[in-house]
């Protein structure tokens, strides 16, 4: 759903106030929010290296020592001990970062956590139209073409009830954050919304600046303010 750096998402709520100078003068997302582990896992890179002269401070590489470090171990295959560096440098960004998050965003049930959501999931002043289809999503609803009206938080407010977001960090593979939101529709049933953030190198490990990918885990359909366009029997769907 989305690609943003941790500062923005994380610090900035995605409200726009933070800029890349900002991120870039706070540091890579991992150094900052688990600064123990990063240099426990950096050291650990240095002594499996197959690339020379890798420096002790992984902020001082050149463009190709880094795009060399991010290569060193392919498709996630790390030797042992590295592997469990990297899980535990993981572990402790999830949970800082959760933590981070959680107090920005303030009470569960706060304004705040609820235009937080709506930034995640693009509802915004003016509504708008996703027509179209993808191999993976043609796969998972039966070969149907996604056709949804995006509301404005009026019509998500016509339709249901915001209760509150929680934020719960994993422990995965990668740092990665939980999303849910809780909802009464305006028929009194409860709905659950699911997201989740996964944060990571954007090139491979140590190789360029840490991302923050959005991913909706519920259908877009359940989503409040995604309205699902069903044209009537016998007419053309455009």
Same mark, same amino acid.
């Given at each position: 759903?989305?690609?943003?750096?941790?500062?923005? @998402?994380?610090?900035?709520?995605? #409200?726009? *106030?933070?800029?890349?100078?900002?991120a870039a003068e +706070?540091?890579?997302?991992? !150094? %900052?929010?688990?600064?123990?582990?990063?240099?426990?896992?950096?050291?650990?890179?240095?002594?499996?290296?197959?690339?020379?002269?890798?420096?002790?401070?992984?902020?001082?590489?050149?463009?190709?020592?880094?795009?060399?470090?991010?290569?060193?171990?392919?498709?996630?295959?790390?030797?042992?001990? @590295?592997?469990?560096?990297?899980? #535990?440098? *993981?572990?402790?960004?999830?949970?800082?970062?959760? +933590?981070?998050?959680?107090? !920005? %965003?303030?009470?569960?049930?706060?304004?705040?956590r609820e235009r937080?959501?709506?930034?995640?999931?693009?509802?915004?002043?003016?509504?708008?139209?996703?027509?179209?289809?993808?191999?993976?999503?043609?796969?998972?609803?039966?070969?149907?073409?996604?056709?949804?009206?995006?509301?404005?938080?009026?019509?998500?407010?016509?339709?249901?009830t915001f209760r509150?977001?929680?934020?719960?960090?994993?422990? +995965?593979?990668?740092?990665?954050?939980?999303?849910?939101?809780?909802?009464?529709?305006?028929?009194?049933?409860?709905?659950?919304?699911?997201?989740?953030?996964?944060?990571?190198?954007?090139?491979?490990?140590?190789?360029?600046?840490?991302?923050?990918?959005?991913?909706?885990?519920?259908?877009?359909?359940?989503?409040?303010?995604?309205?699902?366009?069903?044209?009537?029997?016998?007419?053309?769907?455009?």
């Amino acid at each position: 759903m989305g690609n943003h750096s941790p500062h923005a @998402l994380i610090d900035g709520l995605l #409200e726009g *106030s933070l800029t890349r100078q900002h991120a870039a003068e +706070a540091g890579d997302w991992f !150094r %900052l929010v688990a600064p123990e582990a990063y240099a426990d896992l950096w050291a650990m890179m240095r002594e499996f290296a197959t690339v020379e002269g890798l420096p002790a401070d992984p902020a001082e590489m050149d463009v190709a020592q880094r795009k060399a470090a991010s290569k060193m171990f392919p498709r996630s295959e790390l030797p042992p001990p @590295l592997a469990a560096a990297y899980t #535990e440098m *993981s572990a402790i960004v999830s949970r800082h970062s959760a +933590a981070r998050l959680n107090d !920005r %965003l303030g009470p569960l049930k706060g304004r705040q956590r609820e235009r937080f959501l709506w930034r995640l999931l693009r509802i915004g002043t003016a509504p708008y139209f996703i027509l179209g289809s993808s191999g993976k999503s043609a796969a998972a609803h039966s070969n149907r073409p996604v056709r949804l009206r995006i509301g404005t938080p009026w019509d998500v407010h016509q339709v249901s009830t915001f209760r509150g977001l929680r934020v719960v960090p994993v422990e +995965a593979g990668q740092p990665r954050l939980n999303l849910v939101a809780d909802y009464t529709m305006s028929d009194g049933a409860s709905c659950q919304l699911a997201l989740h953030v996964e944060i990571r190198w954007s090139h491979g490990k140590f190789g360029g600046a840490p991302e923050a990918k959005v991913y909706l885990d519920s259908p877009p359909a359940h989503v409040p303010g995604y309205f699902p366009l069903e044209p009537p029997d016998g007419q053309f769907a455009f």
